[in-house]
């Protein structure tokens, strides 16, 4: 009966949860309900070809607007975006004169969701090989929040690509996962708990990160329906979410931003709000501070959602510092 019952868990297990090798395709080439297609369509359609760039890990999907003679820069979406979550963040750069590039992280909206880690190096590799196909040798770079952690490891190992670097509310400066976290990483247990109810349960979460004086204006609508679609639609959405948890660059990354902030000096901008729990402000700016001296570092009012809540607010300030000579 015990080896029967064994049995019996290991197909419910292997049921429910994929395996972390093979590629679980995207928002617009999985096999998904019509409903739910038609929440795709209206929200983020599916690109056209030549939006897919053929990377080394697999297909990346992407958009460049602005002026073609203006200043590049590159935006790096948080854990749960797309590049289409902060259409009026590209639109303000783009108005401001500069060339934005934008894309899907591996694993969110239409870019692939190869069998990988999702490590620092994993990510950086992707912009990298993105910079190849588009043919940019230098840009700015904007992350926000996992996106930060993201630029940073690619400066870190690219510097010589990067004219500035830009970060909002930057992970990578917490000391362990948080509680949540770690239950969903348990063996076992976790990735059953993750591939049942745990879309259900990110959904809810994320929804609580906004502040209430902004989530019903229609900006807000569009971010968070779309951040939706990657966390209860996306096929390979929570395996790179897992990945990502476990591996990627979200915590203990002191000596990246150390070797950063000496690498760039005052070519880094951080701008954070001083409510930010998610990535927590008082435990980690003083930290982000003293490892980066010499970067610029702007205070506001808000919490971890400040770009795409404030993007005007916080847009002013990263053009006024691109714009600067040096």
């Known amino acids: 009966m015990a080896s029967i019952a064994a049995a019996a868990a290991a197909a419910i297990y292997y049921t429910v949860v994929p395996s ?6 995207t928002l617009s080439s999985a096999k998904i309900p019509q409903k739910k297609r038609a929440a795709v369509a209206a929200l983020y359609p599916p690109p056209e070809p030549d939006a897919l ?17 203006g200043k590049r820069i590159i935006l790096v979406h948080g854990v749960s975006g797309t590049w289409a979550s902060m259409p009026h ?6 108005q401001h004169g500069f ?3 934008a894309y899907d992280l591996y694993g969110r909206g239409h870019s692939s969701s190869p069998g990988i880690r999702y490590t620092a ?8 090989d993105l910079m190849d196909h588009v043919g940019w040798d230098r840009a700015n770079v904007l992350g926000y929040s996992l996106g930060g952690g993201i630029a940073a490891s690619f400066a870190d190992v690219w510097p010589e690509r990067v004219d500035k670097l830009v970060l909002v509310a930057p992970a990578g400066l917490s000391k362990d996962i948080p509680l949540g976290g770690r239950f969903l990483l348990l063996p076992i247990i976790g990735p059953l708990i993750t591939y049942t109810a745990g879309r259900r349960i990110l959904s809810y979460l994320s929804r609580r990160n906004h502040n209430a004086l902004y989530i019903k204006q229609p900006h807000m609508q569009h971010f968070i329906n779309v951040q939706d679609l990657n966390i209860r639609i996306h096929p390979g959405f929570m395996r790179a979410y897992i990945g990502t948890v476990r591996n ?22 951080c701008i954070w709000g001083r409510d930010d729990k998610v990535v927590n402000f008082e435990k980690q ?6 490892l980066a001296p010499h970067a610029q570092f702007v205070e506001l009012q808000g919490g971890h959602s400040i770009l795409p809540e404030t993007s005007e607010k916080v847009v002013d300030r990263v053009v006024d510092f691109l714009q600067r000579q040096k």
């Open 20 to 25: 972390e090798t093979i590629n679980l395709e």
């Open 53 to 69: 760039a053929q990377l080394s890990a697999g297909t990346t999907c992407y958009s460049i607007t602005g002026s073609e003679s």
């Open 89 to 94: 963040v590209i639109s303000s750069l783009s």
């Open 99 to 101: 060339r934005v590039l």
């Open 121 to 128: 190096s994993d990510y950086a590799v992707q912009m990298k």
């Open 248 to 269: 990627g660059p979200i915590r203990g990354m002191d000596a990246v931003y150390r070797r950063v902030g000496e690498k760039f000096g005052d070519r880094i901008q």
């Open 285 to 290: 700016a003083p930290l982000f501070r003293k």
